[in-house]
């Protein structure tokens, strides 16, 4: 399993995924800064599933139809932050096969997976 984190995610979360064995490849170490298109192209180029915090990835994966190979949009604001990290870490691990390719939203009560086209 394979993703990439964008800068607004907690870095609790990336290290808990990766303790978990999940490759993550973080946007706050790579190339800290960049715009939501340059973030998106980067996970095209690497062919990875996005997670991020930043609903403006909605915008560009839904309405506009950007190229993708999946987005977890996590909505859990609010929420405690060792309750986000085992919610995100439990989500991504348990549902990897169904997230990919697919516009996903987290919050604390469910999981929403909605099909993207490119």
């Not at 800068?7 to 960049?34: K, T």
């Not at 560009?60 to 909505?75: D, E, M, Q, S, Y």
Request: net charge negative.
């Amino acid at each position: 399993m394979k993703i990439i984190a964008d800068e607004s995610v907690d870095f609790e979360i990336v290290e808990a995924l990766r303790e978990s064995g999940v490759e993550v490849a973080a946007v706050v170490e790579m190339a800290p800064g960049i715009s939501d298109d340059e973030v998106l192209e980067m996970a095209n180029k690497l062919q990875l599933l996005l997670l991020t915090e930043d609903k403006d990835f909605g915008e560009l994966v839904v309405r506009l139809r950007k190229p993708n190979f999946g987005v977890i949009l996590l909505r859990l604001s609010g929420v405690e932050l060792l309750v986000k990290v085992e919610l995100c870490v439990s989500t991504v691990i348990e549902n990897f096969e169904k997230l990919y390719n697919h516009f996903s939203v987290l919050d604390e009560r469910r999981l929403r997976i909605r099909r993207v086209y490119k």
